[in-house]
């Protein structure tokens, strides 16, 4: 598993050069057969509404990361995840927070796909064109790219 930090608005100063304390998140790529994988945007009252990222959220105090991707999952989009495997972590220094997510590639999942947070979805390939993208999302399609020898 990989780690790397990533700054979403390096022009922002930071109060004091204070630690903030890191959000940790749990984030699925949802994958399918053909290669397409899930973005959703983010809901109206959300930090970044309207930007598409991969569907995930914040791991609750007592829940393993796993649990809280699967919990993420359910009541976002109303689906049971069956195969889902640990892939990368990225640490993104947003405005609002200090984010660790914790990618997992999920590879199948039971139910039907609602979207409960009135959020968009769609299934995207590369090169995406869902706009305007996460800075936390744009790792993951650099991963993917290289994965499939697009980069």
């Given at each position: ?6 700054i979403a608005d390096p022009d ?140």
């Amino acid at each position: 598993m990989t780690q790397s930090l990533r700054i979403a608005d390096p022009d922002i100063a930071r109060e004091g050069g204070t630690q903030r304390p890191e959000v940790q998140v749990a984030v699925g790529v949802l994958l399918r057969a053909d290669g397409a994988f899930l973005l959703t945007s983010r809901p109206v009252g959300k930090a970044y509404a309207g930007y598409w990222e991969f569907p995930g959220g914040k791991v609750e105090p007592g829940e393993s990361i796993q649990q809280a991707l699967c919990r993420e999952l359910q009541e976002e989009l109303g689906i049971l995840v069956t195969a889902a495997t640990s892939w990368k972590v990225e640490v993104v220094d947003y405005p609002h927070a200090l984010v660790r997510l914790h990618f997992f590639k999920v590879t199948a999942w039971s139910g039907t796909m609602q979207m409960r947070e009135q959020q968009a979805a769609r299934w995207e390939t590369l090169p995406v064109t869902a706009s305007p993208i996460l800075p936390g999302t744009i790792p993951v399609l650099e991963w993917l790219a290289l994965e499939s020898g697009r980069i």
